[in-house]
């Protein structure tokens, strides 16, 4: 947030003063009720969410969650963060260190476990007007530094850093902005890109130091604009391989995006007709890069071919 902008700051301000037991954020295409007494999941939601919080009198909501601390004598020589959805636990606690990522990787599994009608695939997700680029997301692959470049450098809206969306209805990708999440060397990578705020860097997580990225406004404000998927990337970040670019047909990729579904089995025909649609049309690639120039450029080519 602009620090310099004082009805910022007056947002800002009416956050942290706000109860968070009285709070529901607007994420597109959900409203999610949070509650916590953490300090730092306040902060947390205040960086990154100030023009989505409002009051939650007489809200609706889909996903009622809670940060918690743990119970009995944790809470005092071993301080611990539980996450709970509607009352239940899906997860062990946390380290208490670590509640303000855990409201983040619990909400993921929330959108991933009650998708209330859409496909949701793991892959990153951003537009060019309404012309949408995927890139399904295989562990270490380096798909969250390629989707913050692509924001942040190359001028792509943001639709997902994690959840690619999909509406069966009309077969478009529905944003869901949040925090774009980098992990251990692309933290530095990501904090020179023109424009980027990050957040605390949080160590010794499961998936090592992990840091958010906020979305940038015009994501925001156009969380309602959804968008036709045209070009459908893989990408594979090897620092010691040649740069690769090959077009791959639409049954391989077909292939290896039910592999990042997390409901495909769940929706049955419904999802295989929508799968089928989302690619209807859609160029499919995977390439290989060294460097985050050498991604930007390779789909560049990507978007310019005939």
Request: hydrophobic share 45%.
């Amino acid at each position: 947030m602009d620090s310099s902008c004082p009805q910022s700051e007056q947002r800002l301000h009416a956050y942290r003063t706000r109860h968070l037991s009285d709070l529901v954020l607007e994420i597109p295409p959900f409203h999610v009720q949070v509650r916590s007494p953490f300090r730092t999941v306040h902060a947390h939601l205040g960086f990154f969410y100030p023009e989505q919080a409002r009051s939650a009198a007489g809200a609706f909501v889909d996903f009622e969650v809670a940060l918690l601390p743990g119970r009995g004598l944790r809470r005092w020589w071993a301080p611990q963060s539980r996450f709970a959805l509607d009352g239940d636990e899906p997860f062990y606690p946390l380290s208490a260190r670590q509640a303000a990522p855990m409201f983040e990787w619990g909400l993921n599994w929330c959108v991933a476990q009650r998708p209330l009608g859409y496909l949701v695939m793991h892959a990153a997700v951003l537009a060019d007007d309404d012309r949408a680029i995927m890139l399904p997301g295989f562990p270490g692959a380096g798909k969250s530094t390629l989707c913050a470049a692509l924001a942040l450098c190359a001028g792509w809206r943001l639709l997902s850093d994690e959840l690619a969306i999909l509406d069966p209805a009309d077969a478009c990708l529905v944003p869901h902005p949040r925090p774009i999440s980098v992990k251990n060397e692309s933290i530095d990578i990501v904090a020179s890109f023109p424009g980027a705020r990050l957040g605390p860097v949080y160590h010794d997580t499961r998936k090592g130091s992990v840091c958010h990225v906020a979305p940038a406004p015009a994501a925001v404000a156009q969380a309602s604009r959804r968008a036709k998927v045209s070009w459908v990337v893989f990408p594979r970040f090897d620092a010691a391989a040649e740069p690769y670019c090959e077009e791959i047909s639409r049954i391989e990729a077909f292939t290896l995006i039910s592999e990042q579904s997390f409901n495909n089995e769940r929706m049955g025909q419904l999802g295989f007709q929508a799968l089928c649609a989302m690619l209807d049309g859609a160029r499919c690639w995977e390439i290989r890069y060294r460097s985050t120039a050498e991604a930007l450029a390779l789909v560049r080519h990507i978007r310019g071919a005939a």
